[in-house]
């Protein structure tokens, strides 16, 4: 009797986690989303898409939040990505825990244009490394698409979404080390 009790209780709690993996949120974008993650960027830009790999057990409630150049591009959780489109040129990446002071990566990948940049995380390696394409796209079909607030929505709609600035003048390489370069990755 003990046996089917215990047998039980486990059931149970393996079905709550379950669903509740299956409430946790997905990736918010503060750019906007290229209408076909498929195809090649448009002409005379590059694309980013950076990955976080899905751990369920390590890190699941944590939040990575990526800034660009500055400026906020999104929040990544466990299982998803965020993809945007912008000039060539070097883009300062820096990747914070939890909250956008913490220290966390940081790295400069220069961007050429007509290219993708598949850049992945996870858990178990928490600096981003760059994946070859096959790779990235299997990880953008296998993951939901980022959510993007409406007003970001709007102002792409609208045709007034402003380019993302280059590399301030000046740049420091890393801290935390450089994005490495794009072998593999990109069309």
């Known amino acids: 009797m003990k046996k089917l009790v215990n047998a039980a209780w486990l059931t149970g709690s393996l079905i709550i986690i379950i669903l509740l993996a299956g ?4 990736a918010t974008q503060y750019i906007p989303l290229p209408n076909d993650l498929k195809v090649a960027p448009d002409s005379g830009k590059a694309r980013i898409c950076v990955i976080r790999g ?4 390590i890190s699941a409630a944590a939040v990575d939040h990526l800034r660009e150049d500055g400026t906020p591009r999104g929040d990544l959780t466990n299982g998803s990505y965020i993809c945007w489109e912008r000039p060539p040129g070097t883009a300062h990446l820096v990747l914070n825990l939890d ?5 966390g990566f940081q790295g400069n990948l220069p961007v050429q244009a007509d290219k993708v940049y598949y850049l992945y995380k ?14 990235g796209q299997k990880y953008l079909a296998e993951y939901p698409k980022p959510e993007v607030p409406p007003q970001v929505s709007l102002v792409h709609a609208a ?3 402003a380019p993302s600035p280059a590399a301030p003048a000046g740049a420091q390489p890393s801290i935390g080390g450089g994005v ?7 069309y």
């Not at 899905?54 to 057990?57: D, L, P």
């Open 23 to 26: 409430c946790a949120p997905t």
């Open 54 to 57: 899905y751990v369920f057990w």
């Open 180 to 186: 490495p370069g794009n072998k593999g990755a990109g």
């Open 99 to 103: 909250n956008w002071n913490s220290p």
């Open 159 to 161: 045709g007034n979404q």
């Open 122 to 135: 996870d858990a178990l390696s928490p600096g981003l490394k760059s994946i070859p394409a096959a790779e």
